[in-house]
């Protein structure tokens, strides 16, 4: 019998939204009317990256990360730790959860396909070797770019074309900066472990400097497509990672941290009915 509560908080339902999300945004911005979007595939789609797709990303990082994460505090009291003899039930959980809603989506189109894989090697090799680029400083953030895949997807998947570059490379420098900032509360038990991370070469100052510029870059890039939205979200994270150099001279960047998960999901409901809206 499965340990369901275990798979939940391997899955880190506070960040299920982050897939979600992009998901929901990507369809909706490819739909010239709203009445296209009840189709059965798009909702079973929703249900894979809501759940399943958050057991992948965040299953195969725990399996990989064992001797970071038992040095880690936030791991043990936070989050969940992934001891070796739980590993083969996790692989287990994820094969059954994933390859039937993986069998429907590679029956889309071209461009759909290549996003939905994109997202699947960004999310695996991130944590597995032979890539494991979460040991190789801004290789390490440039992958998470998988966190905006399933928004590509989506798109493609209703438009049957790939979005426009410039709204990939937007993308690319949020999530970007989402990981490196993510990474701050980790430089200690990186360190430990000998793991090197685009936080650990850069430290605490460094990594939130790029993680404004980023922002920065990727508020300007979007605003010819989100207009005002695009514009007010930037200004929030600027303000937050602001924030952020106080709250690291006084020691309390963690405490910040744990509102980063909330920022997002708002961030992403501003995004959702900005696009929405526009199709009414």
């Not at 959980?93 to 461009?111: E, G, R």
């Not at 759909?112 to 801004?138: C, E, M, Q």
């Not at 939130?208 to 980023?214: G, T, W």
């Not at 200004?235 to 980063?260: C, D, E, Q, W």
Request: with cysteine; proline share 5%; glycine share 4%.
């Amino acid at each position: 019998m499965p340990d369901i509560s275990f798979l939940l908080k391997v899955s880190r339902p506070r960040f299920w939204f982050y897939i979600l999300g992009p998901y929901l945004v990507g369809l909706v911005a490819a739909a010239s009317d709203l009445s296209e979007l009840w189709h059965w595939s798009y909702l079973a789609l929703a249900i894979y990256f809501l759940y399943p797709a958050n057991l992948l990303i965040y299953g195969v990082n725990d399996i990989f990360d064992y001797e970071t994460d038992r040095l880690n505090e936030k791991k043990v009291n936070y989050e969940a730790l992934v001891l070796p003899d739980r590993r083969r039930e996790l692989w287990v959980a994820i094969m059954v959860t994933n390859l039937p809603f993986l069998a429907i989506a590679f029956y889309a189109n071209q461009s759909a396909v290549i996003a939905l894989a994109a997202f699947l090697i960004l999310s695996i090799f991130y944590s597995a070797p032979p890539i494991r680029a979460k040991t190789k400083p801004f290789l390490d953030s440039a992958f998470n770019l998988l966190y905006a895949m399933p928004g590509f997807f989506g798109y493609s998947l209703l438009a049957g074309e790939f979005a426009p570059a410039a709204l990939v490379v937007a993308a690319l420098c949020w999530t970007a900066a989402m990981h490196a900032y993510s990474a701050i509360p980790d430089i200690e038990a990186d360190k430990q472990a000998g793991i090197s991370t685009i936080a650990t070469v850069c430290g605490q100052y460094g990594t939130i400097a790029i993680c404004l510029v980023l922002y920065t870059i990727s508020a300007i890039l979007s605003a010819p497509y989100l207009g005002f939205a695009s514009l007010t979200l930037g200004l929030a994270y600027v303000l937050l990672m602001l924030a952020s150099f106080y709250s690291a001279k006084h020691g309390r960047i963690f405490k910040l941290y744990k509102t980063f998960p909330l920022i997002n999901v708002a961030a992403g409901f501003v995004l959702f009915w900005t696009v929405a809206l526009s199709k009414l």
